[in-house]
């Protein structure tokens, strides 16, 4: 039991930290434009807005999402409580959990594959980049698919993977959003270095989501996502200050990060409708995807420097 939660909380500190490599960075290019005193603020405070109030209350919400009929008090209560009629309760709306969650990595993942600028690490990338129109026709298929087997097994379930599919367009504006005030920001010599805080902390909390509803593929425990995501959170925060230009240098990470994010969806949805899965397998399957394309980043530096 023991080594469970280890591997569980390690496998969500992994999984946030590699989901949120492109907040990182896009953090650490804004706070090189800021004054010293405001670097400090941000990093404070904005650790602390980070893990204890976005992605500590996050996974309540999404809770909450998939049991209406409890308050929001008696969500609190019902994830710290070892009651079993409690446990039965929020175990029979795991797989609106999984669904709603697994549509919502899915798409984060298909938007990658076809719409997003990326280093290919292999040549089929480049092909349905190229395609990137398609992400429209497949999206709508894809949809009308798992709504279809929703239904066939239960309407309300459905209405989670359509939750899944909004919040993923909803967030998905925010960041693309995100990317044109990053590009203003970096030439924009009039603008308060307030309102640049600002902005990181509303981007932070849009690139948080993926973490926090990635974790349900680890894990329905609540505490035990808070415990993983909070670590994994500091440990980027800390990497934002030292070691992003180090990271920036594995050219294949953020593939890896996207595979991981489509592979765990794929398995929160097949798990939503019934499938059974080790816990250990989702952990698993985020390291050896991590791993392949670390390697291919270090063998491309390597080769770099042989040159």
Do not use: C
Not at 216 to 235: E, K
């Amino acid at each position: 039991m023991f080594w469970n939660i280890v591997i569980v909380i390690l496998g969500l500190s992994l999984f946030e930290i590699i989901s949120s490599v492109d907040n990182a960075i896009v953090n650490a290019h804004v706070l090189k434009t800021m004054p010293e005193k405001y670097r400090k603020i941000f990093l404070f405070w904005g650790l602390i807005f980070a893990v204890f109030v976005v992605r500590g209350l996050l996974p309540f919400f999404i809770v909450w999402m998939a049991n209406p009929a409890l308050s929001i008090g008696g969500v609190f209560t019902a994830v710290f409580s070892n009651d079993p009629q409690i446990q039965n309760y929020l175990e029979a709306s795991k797989p609106l959990l999984l669904l709603g969650g697994g549509v919502y990595l899915f798409f984060v993942f298909l938007s990658w594959l076809f719409l997003e600028e990326k280093k290919y690490a292999f040549l089929v990338e480049g092909f349905i980049h190229r395609q990137g129109v398609w992400f429209y026709a497949v999206s709508s298929l894809f949809t009308v698919l798992v709504v279809y087997w929703s239904l066939k097994a239960n309407p309300i379930l459905a209405l989670a993977a359509t939750i899944g599919i909004s919040a993923f367009f909803i967030t998905d504006g925010f960041k693309k959003n995100a990317e044109e005030q990053e590009k203003k920001m970096m030439t924009a010599s009039g603008m308060s270095a307030w309102s640049k805080i600002l902005y990181l902390e509303i981007l932070d909390a849009s690139f948080s989501i993926d973490g926090v509803i990635g974790a349900f593929a680890f894990t329905i425990s609540v505490p035990l996502i808070l415990l993983g995501n909070g670590l994994g959170a500091f440990v980027i925060r800390e990497f934002t200050i030292k070691g992003i230009n180090l990271i920036s240098k594995f050219a294949y990470l953020k593939n890896g990060a996207m595979y991981s994010i489509g592979m765990l969806g794929a398995l929160m949805i097949a798990e939503s409708f019934g499938k059974e899965y080790p816990f250990w397998l989702a952990p698993l399957n985020m390291v050896v995807l991590i791993a392949i394309f670390l390697g291919l980043s270090i063998k491309e530096i390597r080769q770099a420097q042989a040159k």
